[in-house]
T-cell receptor, first 111, second 116 residues
């Protein structure tokens, strides 16, 4: 069983709508949790980095939340754009600098 | 943010040949570089971690004699896939950073390898 689970696996939304992606993890204790955006055929690009003591972090239209008690994180995208179509990956990094990658959520924004 | 480049961006080679992929940090010195592979619709899988001037640390199940990693300078790491086979066809991504837990890790654009 993957120690970082993401849901949904894929999502299709209309342009302009909001959406929320989920990340549940079992690995701990962790140093920080990150969300990345990966366009098809490209490397991941960092969206947010949250330490274990933070519970929210924003980057433009992207807002990540973290609940260390329930071991859940979410990425909220507001006013979606066609360019938001990509895979979104949740990554949990342990104190020993071990990276645990989620399986990703594939987001498609349609006009 | 910092820029990491990879070369080539895609390569097709015949089975049995070797392929070298370069990863460069263009505007910063990367103490640590990571190499990943990614199969279609799957997440990244860490293959190895390399620190400048020392031997790479390979993840369990990754053959170090097949995937040769050299990190000769603070701005360049290379991954050589030796005696490539069709099952080695994948998307290879490198990342670079300081190696410290809270520091950013910058990913390259990836290299698509197809072995025929």
């Amino acid at each position: 069983k993957n120690q970082v689970e993401q849901s949904p696996q894929s999502l299709i939304i209309l342009e302009g709508k909001n959406c929320t992606l989920q990340c549940n993890y079992t690995v701990s204790p962790f140093s920080n949790l990150r969300w990345y955006k990966q366009d098809t055929g490209r490397g991941p690009v960092s969206l947010t980095i949250m330490t274990f003591s933070e519970n929210t972090k924003s980057n433009g239209r992207y807002t990540a939340t973290l609940d260390a008690d329930t071991k859940q994180s979410s990425l909220h995208i507001t006013a979606s754009q066609l360019s938001d179509s990509a895979s979104y990956i949740c990554v949990v990094i342990l104190w020993g600098n071990q990276f645990y990658f989620g399986t990703g959520t594939s987001l498609t924004v349609i006009p | 943010g910092a820029v990491v480049s990879q070369h080539p961006s895609w390569v097709i080679c015949k089975s049995g040949t070797s392929v070298k992929i370069e990863c460069r940090s263009l505007d910063f010195q990367a103490t640590t570089m990571f190499w990943y592979r990614q199969f279609p619709k799957q997440s990244l899988m860490l293959m190895a971690t390399s620190n400048e001037g020392s031997k790479a640390t390979y993840e369990q199940g990754v053959e170090k004699d097949k995937f040769l990693i050299n990190h000769a300078s603070l701005t360049l790491s290379t991954l050589t896939v030796t005696s490539a086979h069709p099952e080695d066809s994948s998307f290879y991504i490198c990342s670079a950073g300081s190696g410290r837990a809270n520091d950013e890790q910058y990913f390259g654009p990836g290299t698509r390898l197809t072995v025929t």
